[in-house]
C-alpha cells in the first residue's frame, strides 16, 4: 500500500510503498477514504511534537472495514468508520471515572507507537513502521485498536466523516461540553483553523448569540463567517481584547476559547472574557514551551478548561455529529478547502503552514 512515512523531522513526508499484516485480536483493518492535514501532524514532521520514527503519519482520516480480528464485535466488514486517535480500554482508573482521554492503555501504547500488544503492522523494507496517535491515517489501509473503529451511517459522506476524527469533535466538543455553552451567551474563538470552526459550529449550535471569531488571516475569518461567526476581528489589525469589550458592553465575553497555541492568543483569550467566564484551551504550544501569564489574567473567578478532544466520547458523539451533519445543522462542505493525492501530501502541509486552508483532505 502507499503511505506517507515520516523518518526524520525536517517537515516533509516520503511516499513510500509498504507492507501491512492482517488484524489481529481485537483489530480491525480499514481501507482509508480520506485523511485530513491537521496542524499537530505539521508539528510533529517539523519536531514540536515527540514521535518515534519511521511512522505513518496522520490521526483523522475515515473508511471501511476491510477485515476484522478474533474478538471484534462493535464493527463488521463493510461498515463505514471513523478512526478515532482516542481508543480507550474503557476499564482503567480514568475510564471508570469518565475520562476516557486519559486512558491509562492508551497513552502507554501510544506513546511507544506500537498497538495494544507492543507491536506493529506496517513495515519497509523489512524495517518496522511506528504508529502515530494509534491510527496513522496517511495510508491506504490502517489497522487500528477496535475502540478505535466507530461504525457511522452509510449515507454520511467519508470525506466529511474523516473531519469527525480530529479537528470537529476537539473543536464542537470544546465549544458544547467543555464551553457549556447556553443559549444567548457571547464567545470569542482565536484561531480559525479547522478546530476553531469547529468550535465556531458548536456555539452556533447550542445557541449562542454573539460568536466572535479572531484570526490574523482574513480568508480563515470568511471561513467563520460560512460557518457562524456573527462578528470577525483580524488581530493583526484590531485588538481583540477591546472589541470584544465593546461587543458585549464593557464585560468580556461568556465563554472564550482558544485554539491557536501561542503565548499571545492564549493571554487574549483570558483578557477577552469577564469575570465568571469558562476558558477552553484547546490549542497547544511546541512540546517543551513554557507559558508565561501575568497572575491579573486568572483572577476574576475564571474557569479554565483545557482539553485535547473535547470532553468528548466519540463511540457515541461521532454517530451524533454525523446525524448533525445529515440534518442540514453542522457544516462541513464548507470546511473543505482542498483535496490532494497522496502523492501531493507535502503540498497539502505547505499550504496548511501558509494559512491558505480551513481543512485539506488527503482522498484515496
Not at 465549544?175 to 480559525?192: H, R
Not at 459550529?201 to 449562542?208: K, L, N, T, Y
Not at 475564571?302 to 455529529?321: A, W
Request: aromatic share 8%; hydrophobic share 35%; charged share 20%.
Amino acid at each position: 500500500m502507499k503511505a506517507a512515512v515520516l523518518f526524520e523531522t525536517k517537515g516533509k513526508l516520503s511516499v513510500e510503498n509498504v507492507d501491512i499484516s492482517e488484524p489481529k485480536k481485537d483489530e480491525v483493518l480499514v481501507k482509508i477514504k480520506a485523511s485530513g492535514l491537521c496542524h499537530t501532524d505539521w508539528e510533529t514532521m517539523h519536531g514540536y511534537q515527540p514521535v518515534n520514527l519511521p511512522a505513518i503519519i496522520g490521526h483523522e482520516g475515515a473508511g471501511v472495514v476491510e477485515a476484522v480480528g478474533e474478538g471484534v464485535d462493535n464493527v463488521s466488514v463493510g461498515d463505514n468508520v471513523i478512526c478515532s486517535w482516542n481508543p480507550n480500554c474503557g476499564i482503567c482508573f480514568y475510564c471508570d471515572n469518565g475520562q476516557p482521554i486519559l486512558c491509562e492503555v492508551q497513552k502507554k501504547y501510544n506513546s511507544q507507537g506500537v498497538l495494544f500488544d507492543g507491536t506493529t503492522r506496517a513495515s519497509l523494507n523489512g524495517q518496522n513502521l511506528h504508529y502515530y496517535s494509534l491510527v496513522s491515517t496517511h495510508a491506504e489501509y490502517t489497522i487500528i485498536p477496535k475502540q478505535g473503529a466507530v461504525k457511522v451511517r452509510k449515507d454520511f459522506p467519508l470525506d466529511r466523516a474523516s473531519l469527525l476524527g480530529c479537528a470537529v469533535m476537539t473543536g464542537y466538543g470544546g465549544a458544547v461540553y467543555a464551553g457549556n455553552i447556553k443559549p444567548e451567551t457571547s464567545v470569542v474563538v482565536i484561531g480559525c483553523g479547522a478546530v476553531g470552526l469547529s468550535a465556531i459550529q458548536g456555539a452556533r449550535i447550542s445557541g449562542a448569540s454573539k460568536i466572535i471569531a479572531v484570526d490574523i488571516f482574513d480568508n480563515k475569518l470568511e471561513f467563520a463567517k460560512k460557518v457562524g461567526a456573527t462578528h470577525t476581528i483580524n488581530s493583526k489589525i484590531d485588538n481583540p481584547i477591546e472589541a470584544c469589550l465593546e461587543i458585549t458592553d464593557g464585560r468580556g465575553v461568556d465563554c472564550a476559547i482558544e485554539s491557536a497555541g501561542h503565548n499571545e492568543t492564549i493571554r487574549q483569550t483570558l483578557e477577552c472574557s469577564r469575570p465568571g467566564a469558562r476558558i477552553v484551551i484547546l490549542g497547544k504550544t511546541p512540546y517543551g514551551v513554557e507559558i508565561n501569564l501575568p497572575f491579573y489574567t486568572l483572577m476574576g473567578e475564571r474557569e479554565i478548561i483545557r482539553t485535547s478532544y473535547g470532553k468528548s466520547h466519540p463511540r457515541i458523539d461521532f454517530p451524533r455529529l454525523a446525524n448533525l451533519y445529515m440534518d442540514g445543522k453542522l457544516y462541513l462542505d464548507e470546511m473543505i478547502t482542498k483535496t490532494y493525492k497522496i502523492e501531493e501530501i507535502n503540498e497539502g502541509f505547505d499550504a496548511l503552514e501558509r494559512g491558505e486552508l480551513a481543512r485539506g483532505l488527503v482522498i484515496f
